[in-house]
């Protein structure tokens, strides 16, 4: 009887299976269920929708059913489709119930996922388990994976998109000087001096140019050097987060320098603790203040650094978008780093004309259309350079 074949109907394996689970209570498994993915050749692009394949054995020597399976997706992995007979739970997990599996029988089991933007393998690990059956197995358990497979009941597929890891990186400098705050004095203009306080601006719609197409890499970030007070510590420059892009070539970068916009138009409710945009907004002005540049000033060239300044600039009028025409190679796997170099006083002073902001007649800017803002802003695309 117990090496019967398999060739019931599914009431008739039922009956049959509840009398011998009566009669053999305990005893070794009968459905010696195993879990498998599928190979995929190749890793896929940013983007592409994958086709993934779970196969379900049953060594037997029984028929299971009852059996459920679940597969749950890696962040970044968005599920766009479950095949036959799999749903989505909507927690990333894709789920298969009630399946029923004869003794030496593969049920292939499906679903379509979207390769978002990813980088590195560990963490891209599909886990697929055999999360319930109605036999008990000689050596697995149903729903009792913890991460990586231990049992032949559980499966994993590491697969990660061809990408490669962007990050930008400003050094600021004052001159030929590295720009820290507080304790160097920069000469100025007229043998005026300054003390740095704080230099900092924002970044938005940061992206790298292909053709008609770019590939957008940062949305928002502030870089701040307000925290900045060695060399060593100027010489490390500020990054956003890193971002991920496909590889390929790309003809340039692009970014606005200050708030596109469509970001200027929201407030900082509107985005949670320690989010670029959750701070320096201008209520009075109705714009985020783009870029803060604080100094302590001596203007009698007597030593005494007792004049503050303070401006601060923003206004949509003030954005400014800089474009650099420089071709990028990025490879599958590689992270890199794209060098900018800021210098605050190509922010100040015209290179060509001479001209310059006289900290003698203004030391503040408060409003976006005042001429030392837009002073300034003219001259943010004079100031940096890409490496
Ligand atoms: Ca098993
Ligand atoms: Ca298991």
């Not at 560990?122 to 729903?143: C, E, I, K, R, Y």
């Amino acid at each position: 009887m117990k090496l019967l074949p398999v060739v019931f109907s599914l009431a008739a394996v039922l009956v049959f299976n509840a009398c011998r689970n009566n009669d053999d209570e305990g005893s070794s498994g009968k459905a010696d269920l195993e879990l498998s993915f599928e190979a995929i050749a190749g890793k896929p692009e940013i983007g592409d929708e994958v086709n993934f394949q779970i196969n379900l054995y049953n060594r037997g020597p029984m028929a299971a059913d009852g059996v459920t399976v679940e597969n749950r997706l890696p962040a970044g992995y968005r599920l766009t489709g479950a095949g036959a007979g799999g749903a989505d739970t909507g927690e990333g997990t894709v789920r298969w119930q009630g399946l029923s599996v004869g003794a030496d029988e593969t049920i292939s089991l499906t679903f379509t996922a979207v390769a978002e933007k990813l980088f590195g393998d560990a963490q891209f690990t599909h886990l697929a388990q055999v999360a319930a059956s109605n036999q008990s197995d000689p050596d697995s358990s149903p729903g009792n994976i913890e991460g990586t497979p231990r049992e032949d009941d559980e499966a994993a597929l590491a697969l990660s998109p061809r990408a490669a890891q962007v990050t930008l990186n400003f050094k600021a400098f004052y001159g030929s000087d590295p720009l820290v705050m507080f304790g160097r004095e920069y000469a100025y203009e007229d043998n005026m001096a300054l003390q740095m306080q704080l230099f900092q601006f924002y970044l938005s719609d940061v992206r790298l140019l292909k053709g008609q197409d770019g590939e957008t890499l940062t949305d928002v970030a502030l870089i701040s050097y307000g925290n900045v007070y060695t060399d060593e510590e100027a010489a490390e420059g500020k990054s956003p987060a890193p971002a991920v892009a496909p590889p390929g070539t790309y003809t340039g970068i692009e970014f606005g320098f200050g708030l596109t916009p469509e970001l200027n138009a929201t407030i900082p409710p509107d985005y949670p603790l320690g989010h670029p945009l959750s701070e320096n907004y201008w209520d009075a002005a109705g714009s985020y203040i783009f870029f803060k540049f604080e100094a302590n000033a001596d203007l009698e060239a007597d030593g005494n650094f007792s004049e503050k300044l303070t401006f601060h600039v923003g206004g949509n009028s003030n954005y400014r978008k800089l474009a650099f025409d420089k071709p990028i190679t990025l490879e599958d796997g590689e992270e890199r780093t794209l060098q900018f170099n800021i210098d605050l006083r190509r922010i100040l002073v015209d290179q060509n004309t001479g001209a310059y902001l006289d900290f003698r007649q203004v030391m503040q800017s408060h409003s976006n259309e005042s001429p030392s803002a837009t002073f300034m802003a003219d001259h943010v695309l004079d100031a940096i350079d890409m490496e």
